[in-house]
């Protein structure tokens, strides 16, 4: 079946630094990736949607300074948190689909939990 | 509103048993209703995809049941497993025009089996 891996799986960082988190698609090609957020106990907030070759569009409230989104293949999207702070610490899951439309498969990574000092 | 409402929030129960979570939604227009199951401190792994024209489709133990016109689903367990213990996802899709999916998420049920 197909497989998304998202690296790293937990990463610590101090205050005011960045940390890149990655996803990828192992065997197949992702014309669509999606970036999600969940707090303990709630259930996945949709961060963007990132399209190959393209702007990943944000969702209302997500600062698209603050969250990168470089969908640079299309079987790689890294999600770049600048200048973490506390606040930002969370449980980031990303997802791929190989088409755009219907009812393609949606197929999760397993999440990078990110603590911010 | 778009939006995806589970019940109930929690629910223990002893292994073996059978339960049924639900979903209601008022996402329109509809695309797909998807059931996900998320273990703790992973990422969210699909159980069933049903479209408007599905009234039930089975994985297993797990079967789902869509009702396009009250627009609810359910999802039954049955006979349970201490490795059923997590949470269960209702997403539903929102179509755009040209195709374009947007999911709207509920809250999910966190399930926990006992021995």
């Known amino acids: 079946g197909a497989v998304v891996s998202q690296h790293p799986s937990r990463v610590i960082c101090k205050s005011g630094t960045s940390v890149k988190i990655e996803c990828r698609s192992l065997d197949f090609q992702a014309t669509t990736m999606f970036w999600y957020r969940q707090f303990p106990k709630q259930s996945l907030m949709l961060m963007a949607t990132s399209n190959e070759g393209s702007k990943a569009t944000y969702e209302q409230g997500v600062e698209k300074d603050k969250f990168l989104i470089n969908h640079a293949s299309l079987t790689l999207s890294t999600l770049t948190v600048t200048s973490a702070h506390p606040e930002d610490s969370s449980f980031y899951i990303c997802s791929a689909s190989q088409k755009r439309e219907g009812n393609s498969p949606l197929h999760f990574g397993n999440g990078t939990r990110l603590t911010v000092t | 509103k778009n939006q995806v409402e589970q019940s109930p929030q929690s629910l223990i129960i002893l292994e073996g048993k059978n339960c049924t979570l639900q979903?209601?939604?008022?996402?329109?227009?509809?695309?797909?209703l998807r059931w996900y199951k998320q273990d703790t401190g992973r990422g969210p792994v699909s159980l069933t995809i049903?479209?408007?024209?599905?009234n039930t489709k089975s994985n297993g133990r797990y079967t789902a049941t869509l009702d396009a016109d009250t627009k609810q689903s359910s999802l039954h367990i049955t006979a349970s497993q201490l490795s059923d213990s997590a949470s269960y996802i209702c997403?539903?899709?929102?179509?755009?025009?040209?195709?374009?999916?947007?999911?709207?998420f509920g809250a999910g049920t966190r399930l926990a089996v006992h021995p």
């Open positions: 979903c209601n939604y008022t996402v329109s227009p509809f695309s797909n």
């Open positions: 049903m479209t408007f024209s599905e």
């Open positions: 997403v539903v899709s929102l179509l755009f025009s040209g195709g374009y999916n947007k999911l709207i």
